[in-house]
């Protein structure tokens, strides 16, 4: 764990987000996805957030979380879907605690901003879902679905919801048999 003294988690509205930010924060996602196609990127990842948290380690910025927001509809109920995307810590920063304190951050953004459930999605190997189930999420157990960029319908597995303002359209939600659409994009 550091130190809270000398972490600093700061939230920066998408459209306050200066030049020098942007590169340590493309540094940063080079770093810990690298591995994923710039046409993935493209064709999934393209809906922008609302907003990113940057954690500083002794005023170096060490990790990333990227927040979304979304109006929904799930089965005959309209809600507002929180979203937590990216979450990113430097490697040499990795199991201090900064990825729990920056999604610890981010639900109480979500819960401000009214959000009702929150969710992510992970990749099975990079092996972060603990660190999620240890805050609250809980895997859904079918595939969830998104439209990429040419609207084709994508199936994935992997999505992890959380109650934030309402229990019970996370209860509806997690609770039916029906397939989870987010709608245009993958966060």
């Excluded at 130190?3 to 939230?11: A, G, H, P, Q, R």
């Excluded at 109920?77 to 920063?93: D, Q």
Aim: glycine share 8%.
């Amino acid at each position: 764990m550091v130190s809270n003294k000398n972490l600093n988690v700061v939230y920066v509205s998408k459209d306050k987000i200066t030049n020098s930010q942007q590169k340590e924060i493309s540094r940063l996602q080079d770093e810990c996805f690298g591995d994923v196609s710039n046409d993935e990127i493209k064709e999934h990842f393209f809906i922008e957030g609302f907003a990113m948290l940057l954690a500083y380690y002794k005023n170096k910025l060490v990790g990333i979380l990227e927040l979304h927001k979304r109006k929904c509809e799930f089965n005959g109920v309209n809600f507002l879907l929180g979203g937590a995307a990216g979450v990113c810590v430097t490697k040499c920063m990795q199991r201090k605690g900064i990825a729990t304190k920056l999604m610890k951050e981010g639900l109480k953004t979500l819960r401000e901003n009214k959000c009702d459930v929150a969710c992510l999605n992970i990749d099975f190997e990079r092996q972060m879902y603990s660190l999620y189930e240890k805050i609250g999420f809980k895997f859904m157990d079918r595939a969830i679905s998104f439209d990429d960029i040419h609207g084709k319908r994508i199936y994935e597995k992997g999505a992890m919801f959380i109650p934030v303002c309402s229990p019970k359209i996370y209860d509806h939600i997690m609770n039916s048999r029906k397939t989870f659409h987010y709608g245009r994009g993958y966060w």
